[in-house]
């Protein structure tokens, strides 16, 4: 089972700085099959990229994600005060689909 | 819109059988794959198993042994059963649609394993 880190655990930034989320694969996989959530307390995760950097719809552009083989990114460009809140990375397209453990971003 | 709602009881006892239903209002429930997930308080996400219109199953083999997943497509809904529980098995449960990211989501039911 392929295993997923994210780096760092906890992003302290403020409103208007850029967000660097890390994704690092345990072997290499395909990129088209790389997925980004954002989570907020007591919400569901929302899906903010898949195929490692196609935007969900109603997705705002300060999203991008980027990377290939082993390593994957997530840049929030302008972080908005909405935007602070837990960040999962997701494989799928093999059984069973795997979550990267989280980063949190705060203030 | 797609709306996907959880159901089922929130507190479960050691050893018995968890069971939760998923009702959903999608006019394409004929075409996807519907997933159940689950998030422990405070930890990251873990799929379970999902299920096509068509009966086609697949489960996530840590758990495949303990989880039972089915259709009932005259109701657009899907269920989960996970038997043995304990309390490793405390978690937020979800249902979404899909069998690779996830698009849509239940807003999650709290289920807590606990004598």
């Known amino acids: 089972e392929i295993v997923l880190t994210q780096s760092p655990g906890t992003l302290s930034l403020s409103p208007g700085e850029r967000a660097t989320l890390s994704c690092r694969a345990s072997?290499?996989?395909?990129?088209?099959?790389l997925a980004w959530y954002q989570q907020k307390p007591g919400q569901a995760p929302r899906l903010l990229i898949y195929?490692?950097?196609s935007r969900a719809t109603g997705i705002p552009d300060r999203f991008s994600g980027s990377g290939s083989g082993t390593d994957f990114t997530l840049t929030i460009s302008r972080l908005e005060p909405e935007d602070f809140a837990v960040y999962y990375c997701?494989?799928?397209?093999?059984?069973?689909?795997?979550f990267g453990q989280g980063t949190k971003v705060e203030i | 819109q797609v709306q996907l709602q959880e159901s089922g009881p929130g507190l479960v006892k050691p050893s018995q059988t968890l069971s939760l239903t998923c009702t959903v209002s999608?006019?394409?429930?004929?075409?996807?794959?519907w997933s159940w997930l689950r998030q422990p308080p405070g930890k990251g996400l873990e799929w379970i198993a999902n299920?096509?219109?068509?009966?086609?199953?697949n489960y996530n083999p840590s758990l495949k042994s303990r989880v039972t997943i089915s259709i009932d497509t005259s109701k657009n809904q899907y269920s989960l059963k996970l038997s043995s529980v304990t309390g490793a098995d405390t978690a937020v449960y979800y249902c979404?649609?899909?069998?690779?990211?996830?698009?849509?989501w239940g807003q999650g039911t709290l289920v807590t394993v606990s004598s």
């Open positions: 997701q494989l799928y397209g093999s059984s069973p689909g795997t």
């Open positions: 299920i096509h219109y068509s009966g086609n199953t």
């Open positions: 072997q290499s996989v395909s990129s088209s099959y």
């Open positions: 195929g490692a950097s």
């Open positions: 979404a649609r899909g069998s690779g990211y996830f698009l849509y």
């Open positions: 999608d006019g394409s429930f004929s075409t996807y794959y």
